[in-house]
């Protein structure tokens, strides 16, 4: 079956890290520029997680992402740069278009601190399998039903669209045109949905009739087919975030 998962398989340490501590990184890179309102924080936050990404050799997989956040984050260094009130200082100037210096400045630390949040969230999807994040969750107190929905989601989709060519197929063969202009896309693609929908929505009511026959709403205690995954050097990870955050903030309030 076909996945929405961003998941790629490498051998790295990377992958063998539990999903918590992905979790608890993602945590720790999101308050640690917070906590440290700097440049420089910000900055070497984001040169971190850009390594554990290479260590992952997952960074190809992150250029689509980070090509389509930094489109957008260059609309705010123009609005800030032209725009922010506390703008004073000019750096240059096009014709009549002026660019401050203050007003650059903060828009590329939020360039930086959102770069550095994507790449701890890219961190965790391109190294950990949807199942096991729902899993662990699961197994630390999430309802399953909540964990159901969110599996459901990642499987619900890639059907649908297998049922779509299927069909396709179905409609090519007995001589019907799929292709073409964008007209005859669309008299190719209203006919799918009746076939589709239905589809969906019986898979759903069986799906649901093999849960119930297999237990799901049973109040017994859940076991799992699979071992929890863990990671040797999972809490020597968590406690040095927890040290640099608590040393962090100690800095902070007292430097």
């Known amino acids: 079956m076909k996945s929405i998962s961003l998941f790629v398989d490498r051998k790295s340490f990377i992958h063998e890290v539990d999903p918590i501590t992905k979790l608890i990184y993602i945590l720790f890179a999101l308050f640690i520029p917070i906590i440290l309102p700097s440049f420089t924080i910000s900055f070497v936050c984001l040169g971190f997680s850009l390594l554990l990404l290479i260590a992952a050799k ?11 956040v930094l489109f957008v984050l260059i609309t705010v260094v123009i609005i800030q740069g032209l725009f922010k009130p506390e703008n004073e ?14 007003g650059l400045l903060y828009a590329l630390t939020i360039t930086l601190r959102v770069t550095n949040i994507v790449s701890s969230f890219m961190i965790l999807v391109l190294t950990t399998k949807p199942s096991d994040l729902v899993e662990t969750l699961v197994r630390k107190g999430m309802s399953p039903r909540i964990g159901y929905v969110i599996v459901s989601v990642f499987q619900i989709i890639p059907e649908m669209m297998s049922s779509m060519e299927t069909i396709m197929d179905a409609q090519r063969a007995r001589g019907m045109e799929t292709e ?6 669309i008299k190719a693609f209203v006919p799918l949905l009746g076939p589709v929908i239905l589809g969906a929505l019986i898979n759903t009511k069986e799906r649901a009739m093999a849960l119930e026959v297999r237990g799901f709403n049973s109040r017994a205690p859940k076991t799992y087919l699979m071992e929890e995954k863990t990671y040797a050097y999972s809490g020597i990870v968590r406690l040095v975030m927890l040290l ?4 962090a903030t100690a800095w902070r309030i007292f430097a």
């Open 180 to 185: 073409g202009s964008l007209l005859i896309r």
């Open 58 to 68: 997952v960074i190809r997989k992150t250029v689509p992402v980070f090509g389509f």
């Open 89 to 102: 200082t000019v750096l240059f100037q096009i014709g009549q278009v002026a660019m401050y210096k203050e």
């Open 244 to 247: 640099l955050v608590v040393g």
